[in-house]
């Protein structure tokens, strides 16, 4: 599949490969480079401390899982 960079610097993933991944409007992506290529893969909800998903809830626009959170209360 190949698509072409407009004048702002955007490319439109195809609505088949978003069905495929889940991604809807307003949900975000992270952008890396690995073995020199670009990489996009669909944010999820992690915890900012041990990048654990497990219980993550959100704090002030951070994730925070609920190990992290206990541990952060005893301080």
């Known amino acids: 599949m190949v698509r072409k960079i407009d004048d702002l610097g955007r490319?439109?993933?195809p609505a088949e490969t978003r069905r495929l991944f889940n991604i809807h409007e307003g949900d975000e992506l992270a952008i890396t480079?690995?073995?020199g290529g670009i990489v996009l893969r669909k944010?999820?909800?992690s915890c900012v401390f041990c990048g654990s998903d497990d219980?993550?809830?959100?704090?002030?626009g951070r994730g925070l899982c609920l190990?992290?959170?206990t541990r952060i209360a005893t301080i």
Do not use: D, H, Y
């Open 67 to 69: 190990e992290c959170r």
């Open 33 to 35: 480079v690995e073995n």
């Open 55 to 60: 219980g993550v809830e959100s704090f002030q």
């Open 11 to 13: 490319v439109v993933v």
């Open 43 to 45: 944010l999820e909800a």
